[in-house]
């Protein structure tokens, strides 16, 4: 298991040096509301994905755009990409130092205030001919599709249970 562990972490540090990336660390905003909005890019086409982040009413797409366009620039300065063919491979955030303060209240006691910081980072990848972009857009049809055949088999199975328990309560008279 540890080879394992050591080819992959290998190959991990080979790709880390092929792919443009950037980090803002310690801002203050908690990570489940930066979360919200980096899904809605992951995946995307970086244009695509500034123009999301543009029109989304959320204080941490503000912080977000930063940081992608910081790896565009990244990619273009760097590793001479172009950004018209780069997406957004990953992009997570993480948990920061929490500032901990207190609340007083009444009668001698206090609350604890948590403030809560993110670390966020967004990689960049180029587009292939091989690598297909998802799109969660597609997903959703899927699950409509399923949706669907499952309803048209519920009234058959309620049907059945109607049929068995006539033929129970026969049996039992």
């Known amino acids: 298991m540890a080879k394992r562990m050591k080819e992959k972490a290998a ?3 080979e790709m880390r040096d092929k792919r443009p990336q950037a980090t803002a660390k310690y801002l203050r905003i908690s990570p489940p509301k930066v979360r ?11 244009f695509t994905a500034l123009g999301i982040l543009k029109s989304t009413p959320k204080a941490a797409s ?18 001479n990409m172009s950004k018209s063919d780069l997406y957004v491979a990953e992009c997570f955030a993480n948990d920061g130092q929490t500032l901990k303060r207190y609340w007083y209240r ?17 990689i960049l990848d180029e587009k ?6 998802t799109k969660p857009k597609e997903k959703k049809a899927e699950n409509k599709e399923v949706k669907a ?18 033929q129970t309560q026969e049996g039992g008279k």
């Open 11 to 13: 190959k991990i540090s």
């Open 36 to 46: 919200i909005v980096l899904d809605l890019i992951r995946g995307q086409d970086y």
């Open 62 to 79: 503000e912080l977000i755009i930063k940081v992608l366009e910081s790896a565009g620039a990244n990619a273009e300065n760097n590793l």
């Open 106 to 122: 009444s009668h001698g006691s206090a609350d604890m205030l948590r403030k809560r910081t993110s670390h966020i980072t967004i």
């Open 128 to 133: 292939k001919d091989d690598v297909v972009v």
């Open 149 to 166: 055949e499952t309803k048209a088999e519920k009234p058959k199975k309620v049907e059945e249970t109607k049929s068995e328990k006539a």
